[in-house]
């Protein structure tokens, strides 16, 4: 505790450098825990709307789907949604087929892949099928109803109400043709999305395409999507029931969105090694700054007897102090922050229309609490402020006593 005072003091004796520094170091710690967990809200975000959108938590398929999606590699899901039922970790299990073909109306043609699901049970989890996203019609309530992004309507020269032709291979490898009607019409700002989404009943993609009942895909959705691979466990017995397919994670199923993760979450450490080098750089000058300007005095502590171990603990002290006053200011300081951030959001609206990250997802950003990481931010600034005071220690440790009060 002495330690701790004594260095509370030498800190302060000159006020204007040690307020810059600890400024730098809170807002270093508030930008680097803020940034965090905004990252972690935006990206728990996207792989939300990504599962429901796409393959769910867990994806069931044939074995080589995935690898190489064909219009024959269709399965009886009733079996298996039947025994998700009973699943209690399960919260909803939606079939679905993916079909590609092409889009053909009076205006010109497109190739497409349709997707065939069940709209009564997807409206309100799928985010493509949010009433924000329509900007004509609504959900099909016709059998050969569909939902279309806008830039392919545009391109096809359809609105809402406008008849449309779909051709694709059926299972046997003819060609099969359908008049279906444009329902809706969507508009998410991903290109991707608005290109090319086709959305139609799975019942009238499946008996187009000859497989009745068939499926290409079951998403799941987890009540906790933390236990995913116990899930995966429990799910496996229950494919027997349909030989040949297999269960799959998220990340497996949509490589492409788990990419996308990664390299968020690379740029974001990236990120916070830059601010945490900014700190390490200012603490070290503060430290030496201060070391220097004191040498006089270091030389008579030296001469009535204190030893230098004495002296290196000082300066540490000093650092230690600097380092968590600055890091406790800059984490309450987010804190603080976070727990609006947290509930209200941040409206990123404005941002993420000029971007296409290949999910439509609600532009409303909530902040996470990553509180391990916040932990770490912690530690490792208190411990990267302590590592760049040691060369000041070292320039202190090597003053004699004589040279010091005869030349400063």
């Known amino acids: 505790m002495l330690w701790v005072k004594i260095a509370w003091r030498n800190l302060w004796r000159n006020r204007r450098r040690t307020g810059i520094q600890l400024a730098v170091i809170i807002g ?3 930008l680097a825990v803020f940034y965090i967990n905004f990252a972690d809200g935006a990206l728990a975000t996207m792989v939300d709307a990504g599962v429901r959108s796409g393959s769910g938590d867990i994806g069931i398929y044939r074995q080589g789907y995935l690898a190489d999606p064909k219009a024959s590699d269709t399965f009886a899901a009733a079996p298996i949604l039947a025994g998700l039922a009973r699943d209690p970790d399960v919260a909803k299990a939606f079939a679905r087929l993916r079909v590609p073909g092409l889009l053909q109306s009076a205006y010109g043609s497109r190739p497409v892949e349709m997707e065939g699901l069940d709209f009564a049970r997807e409206a309100g989890t799928d985010p493509l099928l949010d009433r924000k996203y329509f900007v004509a019609g609504g959900l099909p309530h016709a059998p050969h109803g569909i939902v279309i992004g806008l830039t392919l309507a545009r391109d096809l020269k359809v609105k809402v109400g406008n008849k449309i032709v779909w051709m694709a291979q059926d299972t046997t490898g003819q060609i099969a043709s359908g008049l279906f009607r444009v329902a809706g019409v969507v508009h998410t700002n991903v290109s991707a999305v608005d290109s090319g989404l086709v959305m139609a009943p799975r019942e009238a993609v499946a008996s187009l395409i000859g497989r009745a009942g068939g499926v290409h895909e079951i998403a799941i ?19 027997k029931a349909v030989p040949g397919t297999r269960a799959y994670p998220w990340q497996k199923a949509m490589p492409d969105l788990a990419a996308l993760i990664e390299i968020s979450a690379s740029k974001q450490k990236f990120s916070v090694f830059i601010l945490f080098a900014i700190v390490a750089i200012g603490t070290l000058n503060t430290m030496l700054m201060s070391v220097m300007e004191r040498t ?20 540490m002290a000093e650092a230690l102090v600097l380092s968590v006053v600055g890091a406790a200011g800059g ?14 959001g941040i409206d990123m609206s ?15 950003i909530k902040t996470g609490w990553d509180w391990p990481a916040t932990a770490a931010l912690f530690a490792g600034a208190v411990v990267l402020c302590l590592m760049a ?5 070292r320039w202190a440790l090597r003053i004699r006593p004589a040279d010091a009060m005869r030349t400063y």
């Open 28 to 30: 270093s710690m508030f």
């Open 221 to 239: 959705l987890l009540k906790d999507p933390n236990q995913l691979r116990q899930a995966l466990a429990r799910i496996g017995p229950l494919l």
């Open 296 to 315: 006089r005095e270091f030389g008579m502590m030296r001469a009535i007897g204190i030893s230098r171990r004495a002296i290196g603990q000082m300066i």
């Open 331 to 344: 984490l309450a300081l987010a804190v603080l922050v976070g727990l609006r951030t947290s509930t209200a």
């Open 350 to 364: 404005k941002i993420l229309a000029g971007m296409d990250i290949g999910v439509a997802i609600n532009p409303i």
């Open 389 to 393: 005071s040691l060369y000041p220690v």
